[in-house]
């Protein structure tokens, strides 16, 4: 099988939103964090798309919780491609949003770019042209390739427009995130839509939330696409009885029907080729 017909395994583990006391295994220490790596990166995680908690489970933007975050995973997973988030979800001032592009103990390779604003079921997340034109510059300047994260179809023209401008530098990499409450459903048309919008040389993944992400990940494949998977997105290994996820279930379920379709994980190293990334070279601190 040649790499370009591989499967790239996004793992999302922590997010923002779950908190053990519903999702007793989100994983939000660094150790606990790096450990969820190790154990998904062994079942054919590729990359790992990382937010930040305090010692309450709160999310955080400071930039030392997240050296320490990367540094861990690092550790325990030195090939993997990191990833940190820039969310608005919880803040929205730049020096907040952009904290997480600082660490420099592993640096990041690449940075969540959510294109646009959209509401949440409780809440707004606000993505002025000013705020993701200052979040992709402060990228640029430091080599870190943007994961854009887009929710409708309105946001990947915007991309367009933005990499036409030359705001957005390539490669170019899209998470498109399907099921969430106020925006794109998971269907064949919006699969279709969204699809036609990207740039010719986009790389994309699908994402489901909740309920929605074993479908979501599932049409991806069949279409020739990546994933993204993990308890940020999804609490339940099994909705109809809510049985309780892990992260590492989730990845060896995903990969598992990938091979079924006939696709083999990408490993990291894969992933860089297949996304356009420098090959990056860690030592482990075992």
């Not at 975050?69 to 030195?78: D, F, M, N, R, S």
């Not at 309920?211 to 998977?229: D, E, F, I, K, W």
């Not at 091979?259 to 894969?270: D, I, K, N, S």
């Not at 080729?273 to 075992?286: C, F, M, N």
Request: aromatic residues 6%.
């Amino acid at each position: 099988m040649s790499t370009a017909d591989k499967l790239i395994v996004n793992l999302c583990p922590t997010g923002m939103i779950p908190r053990k006391a519903k999702v007793p295994h989100v994983p939000t220490t660094p150790e606990e964090i790096a450990a969820d790596v190790r154990r998904c990166r062994d079942a054919g995680a590729s990359m790992v798309h990382l937010h930040a908690r305090d010692a309450d489970e709160e999310p955080t933007w400071r930039p030392e919780m997240f050296g320490e975050i990367l540094q861990a995973v690092a550790a325990e997973a030195p090939d993997m491609v990191l990833v940190v988030t820039t969310s608005g979800r919880n803040w929205n001032d730049f020096e907040k949003r952009s904290a997480s592009l600082t660490v420099t103990t592993p640096s990041p390779e690449m940075a969540s770019l959510t294109v646009g604003s959209m509401n949440f079921p409780t809440s707004a997340s606000v993505n002025s042209p000013q705020m993701i034109e200052s979040l992709a510059t402060a990228m640029a300047e430091r080599g870190i390739v943007p994961e854009l994260e887009i929710f409708d179809v309105g946001m990947a023209n915007y991309a367009s427009f933005l990499i036409d401008k030359g705001i957005l530098r390539g490669p170019h990499y899209f998470n498109i995130l399907l099921g969430s409450r106020g925006t794109a459903e998971v269907s064949a048309v919006n699969a279709a839509a969204f699809l036609g919008a990207l740039p010719k040389d986009a790389t994309w993944a699908f994402a489901g939330i909740g309920r929605y992400q074993l479908a979501a990940n599932t049409l991806a494949m069949s279409l020739g696409g990546h994933v993204r998977v993990g308890l940020e997105d999804n609490p339940y290994y099994d909705w109809s009885d809510r049985s309780p996820a892990t992260n590492p279930r989730l990845v060896e379920r995903v990969v598992r029907i990938a091979r079924e379709l006939g696709r083999e994980p990408a490993t990291p190293a894969e992933a860089r080729e297949i996304i356009g990334l420098k090959p990056v070279h860690r030592a482990s601190a075992q």
